[in-house]
């Protein structure tokens, strides 16, 4: 470990993700606004290098379930967090819906992210496919944010330390502000990533934070071994919501890192009285079941078939469907066929629901292949973009027949949208942002229009219903 006395010793920085990731990875992001905001004023007080608040799970949630309006989550957040920088998740040209979105999209949603109050936006692929980050990146610099390019880490032959070099080096290229390594299924060991760190501290000058979860119970170890390799910033969640299938806790690292040259600093007095916040609200949703005792244990299979936690559970929820719980391994040693034969991607959404499905049918089929669903031809079509290995030729040719996949960035293949949508959504709108909100989730969006107009005008009793049930925590 030569390389410990070259790194400059200075305090790791926090990003807090109880207000996001915890609850998006532990509660199914049922945390309501309402719930929160008491707390920001104490938050902000922390010194947290910032705040991951947005993004990711909680759009959708926020229309679908609880019957708020994400815009107006993102400006009461804005008004509560006077001195800390506030972070969103963004799936590149995916925005935070299921599709890539025309670039006239992508950029208006950027632009009202930022003008709403978002500092930090994190933007990923779930290929690692650098083409479908340029105009988000693009745009995040236009308006004046901080562009956080993330990586999905993952494991097997494309994964080599010549590829994470190559890559980074060209989000440096590409104007990142920073980068992170987004290690989505908690794969990442201490002692690879003390290697990994050390390697991109040399290769680019950008910070580097890491992003971990505690599904196989090794990130706390991982991210003492990054920082001591030069990490700048590590993402945690305050206690209540944390490991598990969330981030580390932020207390426990707090404390491990005191005294030492990376001391964070921060008061542990401080988050003691945010942790007893989120307490209650952790304690009634394993109350009430909203959250599964499970997710809070240590699953080591994570390790052993290189399945996120999310992606095993699932599919056992395939297999019980078609009564064959009896074919779960031999469906976990389909996974990374399947996955070889689409070019090896790292296992995020949507590609780790697109590999699972395919390998649950090839399994029930007895015969690989003998379905493809839509998905699986889209990814083989190029369609969602480039994977980090070539794919199965054979089985391009099979779905595809004489259709020639796609070798360009696929959003080039969608027309302007902006326009059409502003028509469609125009008897509904009551604010700009509405036209995104549609974009991205055109009947669960109109289906909260009409709630928002029933409350307003207070000729639909059931409303106020509808919100109370939208609470189970």
């Known amino acids: 470990m030569e390389n410990m006395d070259k790194i400059a010793k200075k305090p790791v920085k926090i990003t807090e993700t109880v207000l996001r990731d915890g609850p998006q990875s532990l509660i199914a992001t049922r945390l309501g606004t309402e719930q929160m905001l ?7 007080q922390v010194g947290y290098y910032s705040v991951e608040c947005w993004g990711g799970a909680t759009f959708d949630a926020c229309l679908r379930f609880l019957k708020e309006d994400p815009w107006d989550r993102l400006r009461k957040f804005r008004d509560g967090f006077k001195n800390t920088k ?17 670039d006239d999209v992508v950029e208006y949603f950027v632009q009202k992210s930022i003008a709403n109050g978002i500092d930090i936006v994190r933007v990923f692929d779930a290929f690692n496919d650098l083409r479908n980050l340029e105009t988000s990146v693009r745009a995040i610099k236009k308006e004046g944010g901080h562009a956080q390019i993330a990586l999905s880490y993952s494991l097997g032959e494309a994964y080599t330390m010549d590829y ?21 299924a908690g794969l990442m060991l201490p002692y690879p990533a003390y290697e990994l760190v050390s390697e991109l501290k040399k290769t680019v000058e950008i910070p580097i934070d890491l992003h971990s979860h505690f599904t196989a119970g090794l990130a706390t170890t991982t991210y003492v071994k990054a920082v001591e390799a030069g990490c700048d910033i590590i993402d945690t969640a305050m206690s209540p919501l944390a490991q598990g299938t969330s981030q580390p806790a932020t207390e426990v690292l707090v404390e491990m890192f005191k005294g030492t040259p990376w001391d964070t600093g921060l ?19 394993l109350e009430t079941g909203l959250m599964n005792p499970k997710v809070l244990g240590v699953d080591i299979k994570t390790l052993m078939y290189q399945v996120p936690g999310g992606m095993l559970s699932n599919l056992m929820s395939q297999l019980k469907e078609q009564h064959a719980e009896d074919k779960y391994y031999e ?16 296992l995020v959404t949507p590609s780790s629901q697109i590999v699972g499905t395919q390998a649950v049918l090839n399994v029930l089929m007895g015969e690989r292949y003998k379905v493809i669903t839509k998905e699986t031809r889209g990814v083989l079509a190029g369609q969602y973009g480039r994977t980090p290995m070539p794919m199965n030729k054979e089985l391009q040719k099979k779905a ?9 960035r696929p959003a080039d293949l969608i027309e302007p949208e902006l326009e059409k949508l502003e028509k469609e959504v125009a008897p509904y709108k009551q604010q700009d942002e509405d036209v995104l909100s549609y974009a991205l989730f055109p009947q669960v969006a109109m289906d909260f229009f009409k709630y928002r107009e029933a409350q307003q005008t207070g000729i639909d009793a059931k409303a106020a219903d509808v919100k109370n049930k939208a609470y189970p925590v």
């Open 38 to 44: 008491p707390i920001v004023d104490k938050m902000d």
């Open 86 to 102: 506030l972070q969103m998740l963004l799936r590149g040209q995916n925005l935070l819906g299921y599709r890539h979105y025309a």
């Open 164 to 184: 994470w070099r190559d890559i980074v080096r060209r989000i440096q290229d590409l104007g990142a502000d920073s980068i992170c390594l987004k290690d989505m």
């Open 267 to 285: 008061d542990q007095n401080l988050l003691a009285e945010i942790a007893e916040h989120f307490r209650p609200i952790r304690d009634k949703a």
């Open 331 to 346: 469906v976990l040693k389909e996974v990374p066929r399947v996955r070889k034969d689409l070019g090896e991607p790292p």
């Open 400 to 408: 595809l027949g004489d259709e020639a996949p796609i070798t360009c």
